[in-house]
């Protein structure tokens, strides 16, 4: 059985029953969007995670890797696990799941990983239920898997995961998820293999800021949302900006600063530290600037000589995808 | 001639020639609106301020006052003077201009009486000389006036009394005004008469504020934003929040939290202290609900026993208004 399913290529309606066996898709995700801290992120349609899930008649979950990351299938250490034994719960005592995950997005590069394989997680059993969760329910089964990966309770991987687009979190206590239309911009996001765990990015950070940079930052967050719903690119540009959190993390990825300023001159919008790094995120318009953006990014990268790779990639507007049964 | 201005009904095209004579009207406009502290504003329909110009032979401004303020007539100590002066010297040397001016929003009552004196004086001057200036220069000069009432120079009531509207001042340095399609509210204000300096309600604000107070902040901002942009009226009520300046604002407002809980159990979607106070304001969707609205206020400074004026008009769309030559 495990064999099976180490080759989702073999799934078939008549060996499985269509109804119990489905894959999906879990996009990485940008939080923060540059001035939007903690309250703001945005899904990409590369890289994604793949998951493959099947209703067992036994509780719990048991979870396979089909990929090299060796990540823990204990459910309670993992937070894809964490996360469908949070939305179990509230199902009831019977139901069990089966998820077999291979992930494609490398855990650790600040583009949404564990965001991926809770939000991916619950989305797939949800299915499986008849979709009986709305997606506010959703995001609070996947915030338990990233309690389990930083330590704290946070919506701005998990929310654009599941929504899908630009997604603001107003608050999370109670838990208040604004999805912003956003217009059709391109992604390109490098990823210098560093590593930067987010509680050191999280712990540099000061705890008090000085009030007139907290007016700039949100005269910039309020610029940026007009900007997304007012089709305005040049607003976007303007507003990514951010006098607070930027100054203190760029510090830990090595040449952001020169990664910025050749991206802008190579006709990039703006953008900044995805989540809490390293990898760097800038939206463009087209791809084609999408594109010189990456080679700036190369350039940059390759003058270090620090192994990277990059995405160039377009926001993506439905969440995670449920496939068909195959 | 003095004289003659005193009567503004006697303005005449065929005595002063119709092209040289205008009256406008200024608006009353609401800095802040709770949570956008020193980057958001909007226009109300009432109450506005009149003014009567016209070019003079001789260089410089005359004022003249209409009301019963006792303002300074020397234009460099009145605020309407200070904008006009900063006005004219990006004009030439040899234009001059009288002003004469009945304020009806009452100095001090926080819903922006300096600014639409000085942006009514510049929109005014401007008309004369055939709207040579843009409106981010209008503002620029206007704000000479408010740095002569407040000390600093801020847009936050100057912006929208010229755009109307609902108006983003993202940046100030450089001038950085994005108005905002709001959809139509009624508005509900109370001005009790007691006096509330900007000077010490700017003193009292701590000059350091907690990250997470102002990520609470920038998150409400953005849902106030997309709430006004989405027409979402639900949204704007819960973005209407404020953690930071009205727990310390509001201490010099008697019965303020009594007048905001009996607003909203009246049925406001939310509101607060109008600019630096005492003005209080409340949003509602409907005429009728901003006059229950008003019915709480009048119950708790009644029970106060305070002087207090009410208003219940609507968001003006439109801003300084110039008025046909009569």
Not at 295 to 317: F, G, K, P, R
Request: glycine share 8%; charged share 20%.
């Amino acid at each position: 059985m495990k064999q099976f399913f180490h080759n989702p290529f073999l799934y078939s309606p008549l060996s499985l029953g269509a109804g119990n066996t489905i894959t999906i898709h879990a996009p990485a995700t940008v939080a923060n969007m540059v001035c939007g801290f903690d309250v703001l992120g945005f899904a990409v349609n590369e890289p994604y995670d793949e998951m493959h899930f099947r209703l067992r008649d036994e509780p719990g979950v048991k979870i396979i890797n089909l990929d090299e990351y060796n990540l823990p299938t204990d459910p309670e250490k993992n937070v894809a696990g964490a996360a469908l034994l949070a939305m179990l719960e509230e199902v009831d005592e019977k139901t069990g799941v089966e998820v077999s995950i291979c992930k494609k997005i490398k855990p650790g590069s600040g583009v949404g990983s564990s965001a991926a394989s809770s939000a991916g997680a619950v989305v797939g059993l949800n299915h499986l239920l008849n979709n009986r969760f709305i997606k506010e329910d959703l995001v609070r089964f996947a915030m338990s898997g990233e309690k389990l990966a930083s330590g704290v309770k946070h919506a701005d991987n998990i929310a654009p995961c599941i929504y899908g687009g630009v997604t603001l979190i107003r608050s999370i206590f109670p838990l208040d998820i604004i999805p912003l239309a956003a217009p059709s911009l391109y992604v390109t996001i490098v990823h210098p293999q560093i590593e930067v765990r987010t509680s050191d990015a999280r712990g540099i950070l000061k705890q008090q800021v000085q009030l007139k940079d907290a007016i700039r930052q949100w005269g910039n967050i309020a610029g940026l949302v007009a900007g997304l719903l007012q089709n305005d690119h040049a607003l976007i540009g303007r507003s990514l900006e951010d006098v607070l959190i930027e100054p203190v993390r760029s510090i830990l990825i090595p040449g952001f600063d020169t990664i910025k300023q050749l991206s802008k001159e190579a006709g990039a919008l703006g953008g900044g530290i995805s989540g809490s790094g390293p990898s760097v995120f800038m939206l463009s318009k087209d791809e084609n600037t999408a594109k010189q953006v990456e080679a700036a990014m190369h350039t940059v990268y390759n003058q270090l000589s620090l192994e990277h790779h990059t995405y160039v990639t377009t926001i993506n507007q439905e969440g995670v995808r449920v496939l068909s049964p195959e």
